[in-house]
């Protein structure tokens, strides 16, 4: 859902150490069960809010760190693996407790190079000792924030997310800024074929309408049927953005003085390994029999004949190569299992995910030495301009 898209925030802490009532104080309702009994949150669960000074964010509900019975290591090993979709953690203590969970999660969150505020709540019981206070704050390069869901205003909190979460988590950013100018006409080519949704255009699509308008822009909005009209009639514009899918035929009317690319390129020069993405896809040209290419989806939908990553790109790359190329599909958030197994990874634009959970998903294949590619590039590549369609972002 679009709502994804939004900074996400991780609750961590061992059980019945407040997490909820802190979700609840934050949202102003009560959106989590709150209970003595520990052990009340089970699955992470993810919850919409708007925090004042940083406008929507996802919250993430964790279960406790320190549940050992042999369900609670599974739910554990859960609340860990939301730590590659987050883009900021508050860890909550309570009861003067700071030992092996608490320094297991705070390696964690350094290893993933997430932003985190550590909350001492239920400080209208007892306040953190002074001297252990200071030795964590020491160790760790970070300030407690002592608190009370009970009594305490909930801006203290969101003041110090605000502080805390990096601002391109929620600030909005442009997804041609910098390319194109105000004045500019631009075409967006978007195809209406059996895998667009009925009635509605897809969220790539809706964003660079959006973002063309934003940046003060002239939209032209048209099927692929309708390109070689539009410049038989019309003043050449400064950009083509094109669904990739078409990029054949759009590439052979577009001028080549008039620059072209595509919603996924633009998505995934935006959230994606851009740069390791340019790296990657020549290795197309290098497949074997036999290699196997992870494609990676970041949305569930419904499989058609017609699906870009199931069917069409894969048949394409078949073709390119003239090799015997198996392929796995994973799709969400799914872990990647065995990652040396692949010869490539090739990574959806990501319309439907954050940047932090794009490259976190692309960086196990980056730091085991696979290429990875996008969905844009590998369909440019394969028909012969790649370097056309790329250029657009180095000038």
Do not use: W
């Not at 699955?43 to 760190?65: C, M, N, Q, Y």
């Not at 009861?95 to 997430?114: L, T, V, W």
């Not at 690319?261 to 740069?275: Q, V």
């Not at 012969?384 to 180095?394: A, D, L, N, P």
Request: net charge neutral.
């Amino acid at each position: 859902m679009a709502k994804d898209l939004k900074p996400h925030i991780g609750i961590f802490g061992r059980m019945n150490n407040g997490k909820s009532s802190i979700i609840n104080k934050l949202t102003g309702q009560k959106m989590a069960i709150v209970s003595e009994q520990a052990g009340t949150t089970t699955d992470p669960v993810k919850k919409s809010i708007e925090i004042f000074g940083i406008g929507p964010v996802i919250l993430i509900d964790t279960a406790g760190i320190d549940d050992m019975s042999e369900l609670g290591k599974q739910r554990v090993e859960k609340t860990y693996q939301t730590l590659k979709e987050i883009d900021c953690a508050i860890l909550v203590i309570a009861g003067e407790k700071f030992a092996e969970p608490e320094k297991a999660i705070i390696n964690e969150f350094k290893k993933h190079e997430i932003p985190f505020i550590i909350v001492h709540n239920k400080s209208d019981i007892s306040k953190l000792p002074e001297n252990h206070k200071k030795a964590i704050e020491r160790e760790y390069s970070t300030k407690i924030l002592e608190f009370s869901a009970l009594n305490d205003d909930a801006k203290m909190l969101q003041e110090a997310l605000k502080n805390a979460i990096p601002e391109s988590a929620y600030k909005k950013t442009s997804l041609l800024g910098g390319i194109i100018k105000p004045g500019q006409t631009i075409v967006l080519v978007t195809p209406i074929d059996d895998e667009a949704p009925e009635g509605r255009m897809i969220l790539p699509q809706v964003m660079a309408i959006r973002d063309v308008l934003d940046n003060d822009c002239i939209c032209v909005v048209l099927k692929e049927t309708a390109l070689k009209q539009y410049f038989d009639n019309n003043p050449k514009p400064a950009l083509v953005v094109t669904d990739s899918q078409v990029f054949a035929l759009v590439n052979k009317i577009v001028p080549q003085d008039v620059q072209l690319t595509s919603f996924s390129i633009i998505l995934a020069r935006l959230r994606g390994d851009f740069e390791n993405y340019l790296k990657g896809t020549p290795h197309l040209s290098n497949l074997k029999d036999g290699d196997k290419i992870l494609m990676l989806e970041s949305c569930t939908h419904e499989i058609s004949c017609g699906d870009i990553g199931r069917v069409k790109l894969p048949n394409l790359i078949r073709k390119f190569t003239g090799k015997n190329i198996e392929f796995t599909y994973l799709s969400g958030l799914t872990p990647i299992e065995n990652i040396r197994q692949y010869a490539m990874a090739i990574q959806c634009g990501g319309c439907m995910a954050t940047r932090k959970q794009l490259i976190n998903r692309t960086n196990m294949a980056v730091e085991n030495g696979i290429p990875i590619s996008n969905y844009g590039m590998a369909i440019a590549y394969m028909n012969g301009i790649f370097e056309r369609v790329t250029s657009v972002f180095s000038r």
